[in-house]
């Protein structure tokens, strides 16, 4: 697993986090996951380094002949 690391800053929050780095939210929980040792409190701590892990994109194939023309 990928992973990121976060120094918290006054202010943020799991959610705010999620939305940060993931643009969802409701994400949050796989940051909290991979902190088992940080209390899960709001706001989070300043100063506190957080590990993010990062998610990976599934790789989608692109068939050229589905492009239009100008794409191809």
């Given at each position: 697993m990928s992973a990121?690391?976060?120094?918290?800053?006054?202010?943020?929050?799991?959610d705010?986090?999620?939305?940060?780095y993931y643009g969802d939210p409701y994400g949050f929980q796989r940051i909290?996951?991979?902190n088992p040792v940080v209390p899960i409190?709001?706001?989070?701590?300043?100063?506190t380094v957080l590990v993010i892990p990062v998610i990976e994109r599934?790789?989608?194939a692109i068939n050229p002949e589905d492009l239009?023309?100008?794409k191809r």
């Open positions: 990121l690391q976060h120094r918290v800053v006054h202010g943020d929050r799991w705010s986090l999620a939305w940060h909290i996951d991979a409190c709001q706001p989070l701590v300043a100063g599934e790789q989608v239009p023309p100008w």
